[in-house]
């Protein structure tokens, strides 16, 4: 079957795929007074509707501090799913991209999930279709279906397991010591450093990550030249250049960690630079530098930052709770089919929490894998 790397920078006939439609969403830098008006009504409005607010680690600072503020959580994918299905709160306000919204609803299905903004997605999710997808699937009905948490509904219902990046390396090396061949959709670098760490047999959707896939390895290694002192840090959506230059490779949560336990006073973060906001509260007195990307400013499709994460606000939040606009609902039969495969990881990491304890370890540089 024939694989498509989408380019997001055209749109397509509705539209959807053109990050300049996103950045064109994205709301305008709130004054400080607004800023503070904003965080009081929001907190008003979370305590009104038995609501909690559930943050990525990319969305804006604001939202951020304000899950924190209101017993929400700020996390990467994993968490998210787990701490919306634990809470006790009748509704979870997800502030991130639409795939993550809907693992919420899969997992508490009893519970309204809330989005700032329901357009606000993915470059995984729109490049992963559901009906190509499984066209796929059926190719290879041999092969055991890993899917990245990044994708729609509709593509986990097609899946044995889903995956985040805290935990796909400990997945897919117990289902190759099992003797499982792998269908590994949709990131293509992230399937290909999990192939290298398990020797794995996967076959690989062919999708990327508009954000990671723009960071470069020249640029990086003169970088470093610059900041030799500096630890690398990569997330494993990044080509296998950046990677290969990596002290750690992990999840946010993972890199998170490696900056706040870390002895290195200057760190070179290669993730959306989102996850500065959290990084640099816990660890304040490091240095963060952005790993360069494909361009600069008018040229770059990112320049380090999803478009579409950049779409949630406190206002978006707010018009969310007053209206109910921006509700996550999903087909019961497609929910019920993918619940198995996030439960099925759920269960593995609750069985082997090692198995995300720790970072992966980088490369020794000039000698490889440490």
Not at 147 to 175: E, F, G, P, Q
Request: charge should be neutral; charged fraction near 20%.
């Amino acid at each position: 079957m024939s694989q498509v790397l989408f380019d997001y920078t055209r749109q397509n006939a509705k539209g959807q795929t053109r990050t300049d439609h996103a950045w064109a969403r994205v709301p305008a830098t709130p004054t400080p007074g607004e800023r503070a008006t904003a965080k009081a009504r929001a907190k008003a409005l979370l305590r009104q509707h038995d609501a909690v607010l559930v943050a990525h680690y990319y969305v804006d600072g604001d939202l951020q501090d304000l899950a924190l503020e209101t017993g929400g959580c700020v996390a990467d994918s994993l968490e998210m799913a787990r701490f919306g299905r634990d809470h006790a709160a009748k509704t979870l306000v997800v502030a991130g991209v639409r795939f993550m919204g809907e693992s919420a609803k899969i997992l508490s299905p009893g519970k309204r999930v809330l989005m700032p903004d329901l357009e606000a997605t993915c470059s995984l999710d729109l490049g992963c279709p559901p009906d190509e997808f499984a066209a796929f699937c059926d190719a290879h009905p041999d092969r055991k279906v890993v899917v990245y948490a990044n994708t729609s509904a509709a593509v986990k219902a097609r899946a044995d397991w889903m995956v985040t990046s805290s935990c796909a390396l400990a997945i897919v090396r117990h289902l190759h010591e099992q003797g499982q061949k792998i269908l590994w959709a949709p990131d293509k670098h992230l399937g290909r450093w999990v192939q290298e760490q398990t020797g794995a047999d996967m076959l690989m959707w062919n999708g990327a990550c508009i954000v990671h896939d723009e960071f470069k390895g020249l640029e990086l290694e003169l970088l470093r030249k610059e900041h030799p002192s500096a630890v690398v840090l990569v997330h494993p959506e990044s080509p296998k250049a950046v990677v290969d230059q990596a002290d750690v490779v992990g999840s946010t949560s993972q890199l998170l960690k490696a900056v706040v336990d870390g002895t290195a006073r200057e760190y070179i973060v290669a993730t959306d630079n989102g996850m500065f906001h959290r990084m640099q509260q816990l660890a304040p007195g490091k240095t963060l530098i952005e790993a360069p990307t494909a361009g600069k400013s008018a040229t770059c499709k990112s320049c380090a930052h999803c478009p579409w994460m950049a779409m949630n606000a406190t206002q978006g939040l707010i018009q969310a709770l007053e209206t109910g606009r921006g509700e996550i609902t999903l087909p019961e039969p497609i929910r019920a089919q993918a619940l198995g495969c996030i439960e099925r990881m759920l269960a593995f990491v609750a069985a082997n929490p090692q198995s995300i304890a720790s970072p992966q370890a980088g490369f020794v540089r000039n000698l490889g894998s440490a």
